[in-house]
C-alpha cells in the first residue's frame, strides 16, 4: 500500500491510502474526495479527473500519453503538470504522491 495525497484549492489535504496497480481516480472516488468526478469511469474519455502534479513529482511521473493529451484539451484550466488521474497508475515507488485538484472539472 502507498499514501495518495489530493490537496484541495483551498490547501485541505485528503490522504488515502491506495493499493499498487490501482489508479490515482480509482482511489479517489473510493475514498470520496471531492473534485475528481470521473463521469467516465476511468476510459480516458472525459476529462472530470484532472490533476496537476505537485512539481517534486512530475518528473517521476512523466509526460502524458498521445490519447490523455488530446482528452486534456476538454480539461479546465489545463497547466504543464496537468494530467488524467484515471492515467496515473499507482506503484509502492509512488509512495506519498501529491496530486492538486484545479478549481473545478471541465
Not at 59 to 75: H, I, N, Q, S, V
Amino acid at each position: 500500500m502507498s499514501t495518495l495525497i489530493f490537496v484541495a484549492p483551498d490547501g485541505t489535504q485528503f490522504k488515502v491510502e491506495a493499493a499498487a496497480g490501482s489508479t490515482a481516480m480509482e482511489n479517489a472516488v473510493r475514498n470520496s474526495v471531492p473534485g475528481i468526478e470521473a463521469e467516465c469511469g476511468g476510459a480516458c474519455a472525459c476529462a472530470t479527473c484532472h490533476v496537476y502534479v505537485d512539481e517534486a513529482w512530475a518528473e517521476r511521473l512523466g509526460t502524458p500519453a498521445p490519447m490523455e493529451e488530446d482528452m486534456l484539451d476538454f480539461a479546465y484550466d489545463v497547466r504543464p503538470n496537468s494530467r488524467l488521474s484515471c492515467q496515473i497508475r499507482l506503484s509502492d515507488a509512488l509512495d506519498g504522491l501529491v496530486l492538486h485538484l484545479p478549481e473545478r472539472q471541465g
